[in-house]
């Protein structure tokens, strides 16, 4: 299993670190399969699992019982478990509890969003043993705040507070970085600049490395196909072509077939 180390590592030699949404059993497995290298069990399972409008309704229990679910199905694989929408805004032993949830459900790193007001924590978790993930550019639990889904640092100003952002997280312990829908340049300068990897998802080449959401590359989400967006597969035509395939082989009586009958054993 990949470690907080092979994060500064993969950065220093070069590798891309790719990184996955997944937020179930059966998934799991899959990406276990694979040649990802790390999970995030994302709180955009808000929207993609429980088919919420924003990140928002995401809560720790939720999060903790999906990351459960994950870790059955990669035990092997380095999973990353989001903090909730104000899971960690409220108190520094609420906090610390939300994080100890998800690591004891099996996460080895839990990601927050934002810098101000969370550099504190960050700290504390990294110094009690558990590693962060920082978050900055188009945050999705400040939705309501931003104004929308829009890409963030296009102004001198934004961009300059996004740097100072990335910095103080690292600074905070941080041992990797999202950013999410920020101008590729910018997100190449700040990933220059910084000493720990950092993970685009709308943020260009230029970072250390990438992540999609499950549902968005596999071609399941048929509603929302943004810009940073790359289908691997046309999942939903895929499913709904079997399912179609299964209804014409009930109603013509051709499932099931002998071979999937139990029969008596024929008496001699
Ligand atoms: O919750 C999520 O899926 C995320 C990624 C988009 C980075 O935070």
């Given amino acids: 299993m990949k470690s907080?180390?092979?994060?500064?590592?993969?950065k220093r030699k070069g590798q891309k670190i790719s990184m996955v949404t997944c937020y179930d059993y059966t998934s799991a497995c899959i990406v276990s399969?694979?040649?990802v290298d790390c999970i995030l069990v994302g709180d955009s399972l808000a929207m993609t699992m429980h088919g919420h409008d924003s990140t928002v309704m995401a809560v720790p229990d939720m999060m903790a019982l999906h990351t459960a679910a994950v870790k059955r199905g990669a035990p092997e694989t380095f999973i990353v478990g989001d903090m909730p929408f104000l899971s960690y805004r409220k108190s520094l032993s609420e906090s610390i509890a939300v994080a100890g949830a998800l690591m004891q459900a099996g996460a080895q790193a839990v990601k927050l969003e934002g810098a101000a007001?969370?550099?504190?924590?960050?700290?504390h978790l990294v110094q009690s043993g558990i590693p962060v993930m920082g978050h900055i550019g188009l945050t999705p639990q400040f939705v309501h705040q931003i104004g929308g889904y829009k890409v963030q640092g296009k102004s001198k100003e934004c961009a300059a507070r996004l740097k100072e952002e990335a910095r103080a997280l690292e600074e905070a312990g941080c041992f990797a970085l999202v950013m999410e829908c920020v101008p590729a340049s910018l997100a190449e300068e700040i990933t220059k600049a910084a000493g720990i990897a950092t993970i685009g998802i709308g943020a260009g080449r230029g970072t250390d490395g990438q992540v999609l959401v499950w549902q968005d590359m596999l071609g399941l989400n048929t509603e929302f196909q943004p810009k940073f967006v790359r289908r691997y597969t046309n999942g939903a035509e895929i499913f709904t072509k079997a399912l179609n395939d299964y209804v014409d082989d009930v109603q013509k009586g051709a499932f099931p077939a002998d071979e999937n009958c139990f029969w008596h054993r024929s008496v001699a």
């Avoid at 907080?4 to 993969?10: H, I, L």
């Avoid at 007001?117 to 700290?123: A, R």
Wanted: negative net charge; contains cysteine; proline residues 0%.
């Fill in 33 to 35: 399969q694979s040649d």
């Fill in 4 to 10: 907080v180390c092979d994060f500064s590592k993969m």
């Fill in 117 to 123: 007001g969370n550099t504190e924590l960050v700290t």
